[in-house]
Every structure is written in structure tokens, then in C-alpha cells.
T-cell receptor, first 118, second 113 residues
Framework: GAVVSQHPSWVICKSGTSVKIECRSLDFQATTMFWYRQFPKQSLMLMATSNEGSKATYEQGVEKDKFLINHASLTLSTLTVTSAHPEDSSFYIC??????????????FGPGTRLTVT | GESVGLHLPTLSVQEGDNSIINCAYSNSASDYFIWYKQESGKGPQFIIDIRSNMDKRQGQRVTVLLNKTVKHLSLQIAATQPGDSAVYFCAENGATSYDKVIFGPGTSLSVIP
């Protein structure tokens, strides 16, 4: 149980184009999902908190107009990287918090999406 | 966004030996701490957690120790196996929002057969 999927697992796009990444909780409902970014040999950096039916909350320094987040259902959140540039190339990981859950900090991570912008 | 550190320390351990991975956390008000394992190209996987009112917790082959006085956390892995090779992250709840999880810099564990 508690499986989170991401699609696509990897994507290559040209500079200036937009890319959408999906995060799905497969066997549970998630009112809250989180989006992280991870550069090589570095830690996960929290980008934003996505709540079903409401606007996402972005961390300081993360451009909300560049990283569009939509959480339209209890099992799906999407991250759209708009006008992507090579510096946006990274590993994007989502996590989902089950509702109801065992602990308020409980979350399950997706397998990640490798984005390469050329 | 919130994150801690840009370095990735490495630890090499002989198969069968015990591993100790250390972590210094930043927020003295953090209430919970979690250890995650991340294999190459995958998302983090939960290992074990500990609340701030505890100083030790044991799981299967793993033990987490918490020293709040010096804001130090450690993960002990008994009888380390090749499958334990991964990057290990400690995480704490966020300073600005209680339910967010903030990751530490991570330690790369390499098990020598």
C-alpha cells in the first residue's frame, strides 16, 4: 500500500518550452502533496505544498509563476515548469500525505522525474 | 525553499559491520525527526522516525538516537548489507510550518562486499 507514482519518469525538453509532471497517489487519498527538487549529490529542497482544491504554498525563493502547481483531486497533483531553461534541469520528486493518516508528518514519496532542458 | 547544506559526506563500511550515520539538525524546536533512504534515481524511502520526547528508538536492524542537548541525531545500521548502499537523509519538521519535512544534507553509504 501507500504507493505514489510520477509521470513521466524522465523528460528532455527544449529551452523555452513547458513541461508537466504528474504525481498520483495510487491506493490512498492525499489532501496534501509536496513537491521537491534535488540537484546531483545534494539534498531534497522543498519547493511547495499543494493542498487539494486550493492554491499551493510556495517556499521562499521559488517562483510560483514558473512552477505552476495544480491539485485538482485527492489523488493527483501536477507541476508544470513553464518556459524551462537549462538551470531548471533537476530531479523533481513529489510526496503525498495520506488522509486520514497515522501521523501528521507521514508522507510517501514518488520515484522522481528527471528533467533535462537542452 | 527550505533546505539544509550542499555537501554529501560519504561513509564506507565493510559488509557485516555496523554503520553509524550522523546528522546535526538545526531547529531546537523540532518535534519529530525521520530517517530516509534514497537509492540512486529513486525517491526517498522511510526508515524510522523518533519524536523529540524520546532519545532512542529501535527498528529492524536500525536504531535511531536523539541527543537534543547538542542537536544531534544518529542512525545505526546493524550487520550492514550491500543492499544498504544508498544516500541517507535525516529530516525534521519545518521551523515555519509544523507539518513540512525539511531534509538534511545526506550521507552516502557504500558497503564493501
Amino acid at each position: 500500500g501507500a504507493v505514489v507514482s510520477q509521470h513521466p519518469s524522465w523528460v528532455i525538453c527544449k529551452s523555452g518550452t513547458s513541461v508537466k509532471i504528474e504525481c498520483r497517489s495510487l491506493d490512498f487519498q492525499a489532501t496534501t502533496m509536496f513537491w521537491y527538487r534535488q540537484f546531483p549529490k545534494q539534498s531534497l529542497m522543498l519547493m511547495a505544498t499543494s493542498n487539494e482544491g486550493s492554491k499551493a504554498t510556495y517556499e521562499q525563493g521559488v517562483e510560483k509563476d514558473k512552477f505552476l502547481i495544480n491539485h485538482a483531486s485527492l489523488t493527483l497533483s501536477t507541476l508544470t515548469v513553464t518556459s524551462a531553461h537549462p538551470e531548471d534541469s533537476s530531479f523533481y520528486i513529489c510526496s503525498a500525505r495520506p488522509f486520514p493518516g497515522l501521523a501528521f508528518y507521514e508522507q510517501y514519496f514518488g520515484p522522481g522525474t528527471r528533467l533535462t532542458v537542452t | 525553499g527550505e533546505s539544509v547544506g550542499l555537501h554529501l559526506p560519504t561513509l564506507s563500511v565493510q559488509e557485516g559491520d555496523n554503520s553509524i550515520i550522523n546528522c546535526a539538525y538545526s531547529n531546537s524546536a523540532s518535534d519529530y525527526f525521520i530517517w530516509y533512504k534514497q537509492e540512486s534515481g529513486k525517491g526517498p524511502q522511510f526508515i524510522i522516525d523518533i519524536r523529540s520526547n524520546m532519545d532512542k528508538r529501535q527498528g529492524q536492524r536500525v536504531t535511531v538516537l536523539l541527543n537534543k542537548t547538542v542537536k544531534h541525531l544518529s542512525l545505526q545500521i546493524a550487520a550492514t548489507q550491500p543492499g544498504d548502499s544508498a544516500v541517507y537523509f535525516c529530516a525534521e519538521n519545518g521551523a515555519t510550518s509544523y507539518d513540512k519535512v525539511i531534509f538534511g544534507p545526506g550521507t552516502s553509504l557504500s558497503v564493501i562486499p
